[in-house]
């Protein structure tokens, strides 16, 4: 065994979290949880977290006032999700200074990654026309929107909403879901995936798989059962702003780096090509 295998360096940390987590320590990490859930615990330290699978769900499952205290030795293994991902382009996209809480790059992709979210999008109470009346306002609407990850389900999130309201007093508010589906999740030895990371590395792109999307999408429907079909998002070509007014994607770069929209159709006939080859 070499000095980098010991270590868990090079390639050791990708290789971990890729073959060796869902293989082994994430069947470990849900029973694991599920019998700490039912303890009161205030506080919970993780030695050798490895990736942070176990972390990652006590995240999900414990209380938000658990304290969570991840440690590891080998350092590579905790920075492998950041190395390869730009913290100055992903503020540059995003039109960020900084991140909530002012959090470090590393935490803040981590918490990007493999936690929920409860988004207020807008607030409404009150008259806001001209002039002015001096009334307390009968009514008031705050317009939410949640982001599930894996073990969670959508009836499941607005029950805990529910809770979470009446627990704090507001047990009078009015719930109303106006849609949503559960969490999608595929596994990175997906021959799918495979064919997708095949294509990138061919065409000299060192590609970032990422375990999860900010976004949504009702995947579900085939991922999981009883389907179980592998899903995932590819291809090459440039375009950001999803869904915004300002949505746009480059037909003709003047960065020969970048895709044409002739490449980009290509790249998915490259893919299929890669995918068949690999008996997908």
Do not use: C
């Not at 949505?247 to 893919?271: C, T």
């Amino acid at each position: 065994m070499s000095v980098s295998d010991r270590a868990f360096t090079h390639a050791i940390p990708k290789l971990y979290e890729m073959y060796l987590v869902p293989l082994l320590f994430e069947p470990y990490a849900v029973y694991l949880v599920a019998r700490l859930a039912s303890r009161p615990v205030t506080r919970v330290p993780e030695i050798a977290a490895g990736t942070g699978v176990v972390a990652r769900r006590m995240a999900n499952i414990l209380p938000e006032n658990v304290a969570i205290v991840a440690t590891d030795l080998n350092q590579a293994m905790l920075d492998e999700a950041a190395a390869k991902l730009s913290e100055a382009t992903a503020k540059s996209l995003l039109g960020a200074k900084r991140w909530a809480g002012d959090l470090p790059w590393r935490a803040t992709l981590e918490r990007f990654l493999f936690t929920p979210t409860v988004n207020i999008e807008g607030l409404v109470a009150g008259y806001t026309g001209p002039g002015g009346k001096t009334v307390m306002p009968h009514r008031a609407v705050a317009k939410l929107d949640l982001r599930l990850v894996p073990d969670m389900t959508y009836d499941g999130a607005i029950a805990a909403l529910k809770a979470h309201l009446a627990k704090r007093g507001f047990g009078d508010i009015e719930v109303n879901p106006s849609g949503g589906y559960d969490p999608t999740s595929t596994a990175a030895d997906a021959p799918m995936i495979k064919a997708m990371l095949a294509v990138l590395r061919r065409g000299g792109i060192d590609p970032v798989l990422l375990p999860r999307l900010a976004g949504s999408y009702p995947g579900y429907v085939f991922t999981n059962a009883p389907i179980s079909l592998a899903a995932g998002h590819y291809g090459l070509g440039h375009g950001s702003g999803a869904h915004a007014p300002d949505e746009y994607f480059v037909i003709e770069p003047s960065n020969p780096r970048v895709s044409s929209w002739d490449g980009a159709v290509a790249s998915h006939v490259a893919y299929l090509y890669e995918l068949a080859t690999l008996g997908g």
